[in-house]
């Protein structure tokens, strides 16, 4: 699976960004998606998940009611809606696919899959 992000960019704080996620090399439908994101200096963390259905969501609680994850299969893609956003938003995003256990995790090692990141600066 190659996953590659985008949508990343500069943004004062309150205002809003798009993120997606472009997968190939095997059905997409097949596979719950998650979005996690990395400061400097930190360790990467959780901010949501959608299985592979788009049935069911996960969230962060830091990031709950701002932030949106969503699925098309048919275009082989996963977005992340971004509102409100903070300060403490600003990290590099990155999305990953969960091959194995095909749920909403929280866990890192839990995904197969990752893209290269994409870069979220909220300026204040």
């Known amino acids: 699976v190659q996953l590659q992000a985008s949508g990343g960019g500069l943004v004062q704080a309150g205002g809003s960004l798009r993120l997606s996620c472009a997968a190939s090399g095997r059905t997409f439908s097949s596979y719950a998606m998650g979005w996690f994101r990395q400061a400097p200096g930190k360790e990467r963390e959780f901010v949501a998940a959608?299985?592979?259905?788009?049935?069911?969501?996960n969230y962060a609680d830091s990031v709950k009611g701002r932030f949106t994850i969503s699925r098309a299969n048919t275009k082989n893609t996963v977005s992340l809606q971004m509102n409100s956003l903070k300060p403490e938003d600003t990290a590099v995003y990155y999305c990953a696919a969960d091959i194995r256990y095909g749920g909403t995790s929280k866990i890192p090692r839990e995904y197969d899959y990752w893209g290269q990141g994409t870069q979220v600066t909220v300026s204040s």
């Open positions: 959608v299985s592979w259905s788009g049935g069911r969501t």
